[in-house]
């Protein structure tokens, strides 16, 4: 086909052909925003530092510290938190989720409470087991203690794997919406390109 044969076409036959091409992309992306299933996403929300003076936690019930604190002869002890959030945006549950962290928290805490269960890999890596979080469902997973706190390495699911994203206040529009403006964008730039190509054609014809 050549240039002329394209600048004769009519806007009705450039219209069949953007339709040919949109309809299967757009109904794609119906489906998939209409289809029930979850979308688990998980964050680090906060870390914290607190210089606690000594002797509020010198107490009779934690002798492991006491002898920590005398042999160090510290005046204050250090204590770490690290705050995770999760929450599953999509409209169906994500079930048999796994949170998997490098070694064991000295002291964890979820809030809202939920049902989990707590397993110790082999290599020492400590594995939380959650059967299902609701659609749109979220909670908080605070971790404690006087060392460094452990690192998330994986979060799975039955859905697959799903990876830290950075925690932010501002609604940002979702995949689905992004890609129907791409859409409409390209169908105006080639629409642009049609009628441009169409007029330098016709003036040194």
């Known amino acids: 086909m050549t240039y002329q044969d394209l600048a004769q076409m009519s806007l009705a036959q450039w219209i069949q052909i953007f339709a040919a091409i949109a309809a299967p992309i757009v109904a794609h992306i119906w489906v998939s925003i209409i289809k029930k299933k979850p979308a688990l996403i998980w964050t680090a929300r906060h870390q914290f530092f607190f210089l606690v003076p000594a002797s509020d936690a010198n107490t009779?019930?934690?002798?492991?510290?006491n002898s920590e604190v005398e042999a160090d002869n510290l005046d204050f002890i250090h204590y770490q938190t690290m705050g995770f959030f999760f929450l599953n945006k999509g409209r169906a549950s994500a079930l048999n989720i796994e949170i998997i962290f490098n070694f064991k928290p000295e002291h964890f805490e979820f809030w809202p409470p939920i049902a989990y269960e707590t397993t110790l890999n082999p290599d020492n890596r400590f594995i939380i087991n959650i059967d299902r979080l609701?659609?749109?469902?979220?909670?908080?997973?605070?971790?404690?203690?006087?060392?460094?706190?452990?690192k998330i390495v994986r979060v799975i699911s039955e859905d697959g794997e799903t990876?830290?994203?950075?925690?932010?206040f501002e609604p940002k529009p979702s995949n689905a919406i992004l890609a129907v403006c791409i859409i409409i964008f390209g169908i105006g730039l080639a629409t642009t390109a049609y009628f441009t190509a169409g007029l330098i054609i016709n003036l040194f014809s």
């Open 134 to 150: 609701g659609p749109k469902s979220n909670f908080n997973l605070e971790l404690l203690g006087r060392r460094d706190p452990p």
């Open 60 to 65: 009779p019930n934690d002798t492991e510290q």
């Open 163 to 168: 990876y830290l994203r950075e925690f932010s």
